[in-house]
Each structure stands twice: as structure tokens, then as C-alpha cells.
């Protein structure tokens, strides 16, 4: 989704501006700009619909020497993807560049129109700008930029040039925004991704919803903060940038998302020592204190599956029950939140809108939420009461992989310690040999990754694809035909195996492929709803143990060892899912990293 980036400093803004957006580049984007302070004191714009490379090339003749910039990366949701749409938008001395939705754009619009302003774009962006433009005729352009803000609905973040004063203002609500400072490069950045900052800043600031942060050259500390009154506020978090750039290459692989699927060995194992070993015991610890009589799961997409995973561990494990609702629709369904419930979030970003939305019902409830997350600092993170990091590293791929796996994997952990063995070094032992099993055998999965890509090119260009599973199967299902729908652009529905004959079955023909995930669990009776889809011509790739009736109905056949995994052979199966995703989306020769239409990051509702 939209990424934002700021800098002011001695020299080389434009360029600081333009790595900080390549790194966001992985978010997905349609059009990339910049706006940077000319060497005549005047603010430049460029900006072009496609890939940065295609703003570099408009920059290559352009003297991009200067002290202060801000770019942006956007993601359409107002105005078609045009070079007029994309930000930042200026208008005389201001530029600005904004990350989210503008819920009331239409009537600010028709008022600003109303009295004389008109739009150079379609955006719901322009709106802010113009807006605060106006309001400057009676007051400063720190007091506009606060009043503005009130006026304005929904959640957006804003970063503004000021070309008068060479300053930057910076102001959000429930979207992501970070500043950082480099007092000994003497620089001031802003971002809507610490991961944009990393060697830009030595300390980063995470300002509360409604601050303004005000970037100036002119003030010591680089950088001051102020409540929606406009006196200097203290409603920020502030800690030492301690990620660390790494380019991340993709060594040999073709793609980061290929990379991302072999990377999960090495994390199972380095999760599990985190949490047994590690820094990890005390946040194990202070779970374990919770008592809930019920949790309400909440999450988006892959996070999701996952959170159906999650809740099938902490159902069997601890028989606390689990309500569960995409976060797109839990605030709206008027979930009944009672005392002794708690939230449980998964997100890999932490900045998904829908789920934050969710944390935010739950909390507005007063009862306590847990976060199982992958971005330690981002939004989720700083708002629950209690976190669990997934450690899956930086995510690249938009198809979510090891984050998918680290988030099952940390549910198991939560199930754990909120277990009556918790503590108890034998069942610790049992658990910590189970994850380095599974390690193992995903270990085995890749190392014969051929027989799965050889499936892969036979099937590739069929009609459609069922994912079919059971019991603790089901959220694989769900979760393999999402990767393959959106890296493969085919169509793929997740199904519980015994729902098929309820409606789908319609459609199976000797075009359509059933991807039958059986585990040991309810073998006999998946086997039979797949013998189902092959009376009617389906074609079969089964999915599972040795067993001869299961060979016997499928085309294809990816044999799996089950054996001593119990719980978490599901994770096991869904790295089979993984990368028979990938080589169909190879074979189709889609934008696997990028996906047509999709962000890494969705900050938007
Ligand atoms: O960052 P999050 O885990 O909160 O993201 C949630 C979904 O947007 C994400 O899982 C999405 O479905 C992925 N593209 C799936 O691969």
C-alpha cells in the first residue's frame, strides 16, 4: 500500500527519500513520486504511474541536489492510476504526500469548490491540501495542518513541505507514521515504515494519533511534537533504531518468495530457542498469567487461516473457547465482548487497518488483548496489552509464507503457556523436539521440491482448483487456494472436503483439480469425499500419507510422513501448498513477488 518517506538534511535528500521508497517497493504500488526543494528554493515535483525505476529515469537529467524532500508510493484508491493522481499533490509554497482514505472528501470538496478552490486531480489527497491551504488565509501553517485534521475523516496519515521554512509537519490517525532522527548526520526522516529509516536514523519516534510532529532544521533536537491544540505533546514513544538494513538479496533464488518458503526451517528452530532459551521466556511468562474464559480471534487473509489454526491449539489444548471474525467485519458484527474475554490479533505487518480496528473494539470494551506479530514497534504492537513476536524476519514476498507458518507456530506457544504443563520441563522437551521435527520434515519437502514442481507443470493451466481438507486440515485448504489465487491469477476456493457435494460439486469436470490435503486425522472419511470429485472426473492430486486407497484415486500423489508431527502437521502440508503455488504462478510467469492489484501492507479499510 502507500508508502511515505521525508527527509531534511545537509545534502542528498532525494536520494535518501529514493532508497527509503525502494525499500517499500515490496508493499505494492501503481505510481511513485517526489517532491524535493530546488536549488532555487522552489519545490519540483516528479512523479510517474509505474515502478520507481520509471521516476529515476525522469530524475536522471534533473540536478536533484537538495535538503529537504518527501516521496510517496501509491497505491490507487481515489482516481485511476495516472501521473496527475499520483503524490505528492503541491500547490504554491506546500507539497504533501498521504497514506489512507479521506471518509468525507466528497463534501470538503464541494465546500472548497464552493468557495472559489479547484483540484488538479481526482484524489481524495488534493482535498487535505487544498484544505489546509485555505485555512491558511487566518492562521499559521502549523495551527492549519491541526485544524484541517479535525475536519477530515477516516484514518490517513499526512507529511507536508513547507517551501517558505524548509520544515516538514507530519500528523496521523490509526495509520502508520514513524520519524526518526540522525543527530550526528544531523537529519530528521519520516516514514510510514521504520524499515525505510533503517541507516537514516539512530532513533525513531512513534507519535500517538492527532500529534503533530514538526521536522525543522532550525530546532536542535531536529524534530518537537505537538497535541491537537498546538502545545507540545509527550503522546509519542521513542527507542533506539535497532533494526538492521539488510538488502536482502535474494541470493539464488529467483524470487523473494521462493526465499521466504526455505527460510522456514531455520525459524522453526530459531522460534522455539527464542522462547525456551531466549529473550523470548518473558513474554511466554506474562501470558501465561492471562485467565481467559473466551478469545475472540481476529485477523485478514493468510493471517486469518492462521487464526483458525491458532484456534484449533488453543481449543484442543486448553478448551478455552474461540469466537473468530475476519477483521474487515468484526467491528460491525456488534461482537458481544464480556468481561474475561481477550482479544487475540495476528498480523505480519501490524498494520492492517481491519485488524488494528478490531484491537480497537476489543480494547474500547476494556478487555485485554494479545498480539502474535511480526513487526516488533508497528501498530498492533504498540497498542496490546501483550505480545508475541512470530520472528519470521522481513517479509518480502507479497504472498505471505514463513510469516504464515511463524504465526502457527506462535499460536502453539501461546497454547502452551496458557497450558496446565506450562513450565514443566518434560512436556517442554516434547514440545521443543516436536517443532524441530517439523523442521525436519519441511527440510525433506524441499529437498524434494522436483516431484512438486513436476506436478506443478501439469496442472498449471486447468480450469479451476479445489483445496480440499478436514478437521485441523480446513485452514490449509483455505489458506492454499489464497496463495494460489494470488500469485497464480486462477481461480482456487478452499473447501471443507465434505462440503463440496453441498453445492461445488456442480462444477467439477475433468477440467477442474481437487488439491486433496488428507492427515491422519479423518483420513478415511477425506478419502471418501475425494472419491466423490473422481466419480465426477475431478482431477486428483492428493496430498498425504502412504496409503493405498488414497494412490489409488489420485492422478497425482505427493506422499507426506505424518509421523509424530500430531497438531502441527498442518504447517507441514501447507509448505507443499506453498510451493506448488509458486511454480504454477512460475509456469503462468505472473509478477510472483509483486501480484497484480495486491499490497504487502494493507492500511486501508
Ligand atoms: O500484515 P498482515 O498479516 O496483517 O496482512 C494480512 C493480509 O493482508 C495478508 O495476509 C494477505 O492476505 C497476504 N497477501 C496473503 O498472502
Known amino acids: 500500500m502507500c508508502g511515505i518517506v521525508g527527509h531534511l538534511g545537509p545534502s542528498q535528500s532525494v536520494e535518501i527519500v529514493l532508497e527509503g521508497l525502494r525499500r517499500l517497493e515490496y508493499r505494492g504500488y501503481d505510481s511513485a513520486g517526489v517532491t524535493f526543494l530546488n536549488q532555487s528554493g522552489k519545490l519540483e515535483t516528479h512523479k510517474k504511474t509505474g515502478k520507481i525505476v520509471n521516476l529515476e529515469k525522469a530524475l536522471s537529467s534533473v540536478n536533484t541536489d537538495s535538503m529537504v524532500s518527501i516521496g510517496h508510493t501509491r497505491w490507487a484508491t481515489h482516481g485511476g492510476v495516472t501521473d496527475f493522481n499520483s503524490h505528492p499533490h503541491s500547490h504554491e509554497h506546500l507539497s504533501m504526500v498521504h497514506n489512507g482514505i479521506i471518509e468525507n472528501a466528497d463534501s470538503l470538496r464541494d465546500t472548497l469548490q464552493g468557495k472559489g478552490f ?22 499559521p501553517l502549523k495551527e492549519a495542518i491541526l485544524k484541517g485534521f479535525s475536519q477530515v475523516e477516516g484514518n490517513s496519515a499526512f507529511v507536508f513541505i513547507n517551501e517558505k521554512t524548509r520544515e516538514i509537519f507530519a500528523i496521523k490517525r490509526a495509520a502508520p507514521l514513524v520519524c526518526g532522527t540522525h543527530h550526528t548526520k544531523s537529519q530528521a526522516v519520516v516514514s510510514s515504515d521504520p524499515y525505510a529509516l533503517i541507516g537514516a536514523a539512530d532513533r525513531i519516534y512513534f507519535p500517538g494519533d492527532e500529534v503533530l510532529c514538526h521536522l525543522s532544521p532550525a530546532n536542535k533536537d531536529l524534530i518537537s511534537f505537538y497535541d491537537s491544540e498546538g502545545n507540545p505533546s509527550e503522546n509519542y514513544k521513542s527507542q533506539k533504531q535497532e533494526m538492521e538494513y539488510d538488502p536482502s538479496d535474494k541470493g539464488d533464488f529467483e524470487h523473494y518468495m521462493l526465499k521466504e518458503i526455505y527460510e522456514q526451517p531455520g525459524l522453526v528452530r530459531s522460534l522455539c530457542q527464542f522462547y525456551f532459551d531466549g529473550d523470548g521466556k518473558k513474554f511466554l511468562e506474562k501470558v501465561s498469567s492471562l485467565r481467559p474464559n473466551r478469545f475472540h480471534i481476529s485477523a485478514c487473509g493468510t493471517a486469518f487461516y492462521a487464526g483458525l489454526l491458532v484456534r484449533d491449539f488453543i481449543e484442543g489444548i486448553n478448551r478455552i473457547p474461540c469466537v473468530y471474525e475476519l477483521g474487515s467485519e468484526f467491528r460491525y458484527r456488534n461482537p458481544i ?20 480496528a478490531s484491537q480497537g473494539e476489543c480494547k474500547s470494551s476494556s478487555i485485554q488483548t494479545v498480539s502474535l506479530v511480526n513487526v516488533e514497534g ?16 522481513v517479509e518480502i514476498g507479497v504472498a505471505s509464507t514463513k510469516a504464515f507458518t511463524q504465526m502457527g507456530l506462535t499460536g502453539r506457544l501461546l497454547a502452551h503457556a496458557l497450558g496446565e504443563h506450562y513450565g514443566d520441563a518434560h512436556h517442554e522437551k516434547k514440545l521443543i523436539d516436536k517443532f524441530s521435527l517439523l523442521a525436519e520434515r519441511i527440510d525433506e519437502v524441499l529437498a524434494n521440491v522436483e516431484d512438486i514442481k513436476k506436478i506443478a507443470e501439469e496442472i498449471y493451466n486447468k480450469k479451476g482448483y479445489f483445496f480440499t481438507g478436514r478437521g485441523i486440515y480446513y485452514p490449509i485448504a483455505l489458506e492454499g487456494a489464497l496463495k494460489l489465487k494470488e500469485i497464480a491469477y486462477v481461480h482456487a476456493e478452499g473447501y471443507a472436503a465434505g462440503e463440496l457435494k453441498h453445492g461445488p460439486i456442480a462444477l467439477i469436470d475433468e477440467e477442474m483439480v481437487n488439491i486433496a490435503i488428507v492427515g491422519p486425522e479423518l ?7 475425494i472419491q466423490e470429485i473422481k466419480a465426477r472426473k475431478g482431477i486428483i492430486v492428493g496430498i498425504g500419507p502412504n496409503d493405498n486407497s488414497l494412490k489409488k484415486i489420485s492422478d497425482y500423489f505427493l506422499e507426506l510422513n505424518f509421523e509424530g508431527l500430531d497438531e502441527l502437521s498442518p504447517l507441514y502440508v501447507n509448505v507443499v501448498n506453498q510451493l506448488l503455488s509458486y511454480y504454477m504462478a512460475k509456469f503462468k510467469g505472473t509478477d510472483i513477488d509483486k501480484p497484480r492489484n495486491l499490497a504487502k501492507s494493507v492500511t486501508v479499510e
Not at 485555505?134 to 492562521?139: F, G, V
Not at 465482548?337 to 488494528?356: N, P
Open 118 to 139: 479547484s483540484f488538479k486531480s481526482e484524489t481524495d489527497s488534493e482535498v487535505f491540501l487544498m484544505l489546509v491551504f485555505s485555512l491558511l488565509e487566518k492562521m
Open 337 to 356: 465482548l464480556k468481561e474475561g474475554d481477550v482479544g487475540l490479533f495476528i498480523s505480519q505487518s501490524g498494520e492492517t487497518a481491519d485488524t488494528l
Open 378 to 393: 508497528s501498530s498492533l504492537y504498540r497498542e496490546c496489552d501483550y505480545n508475541l513476536l512470530i520472528r519470521a524476519g
Open 523 to 529: 483420513k478415511d472419511k477425506t478419502i471418501s469425499n
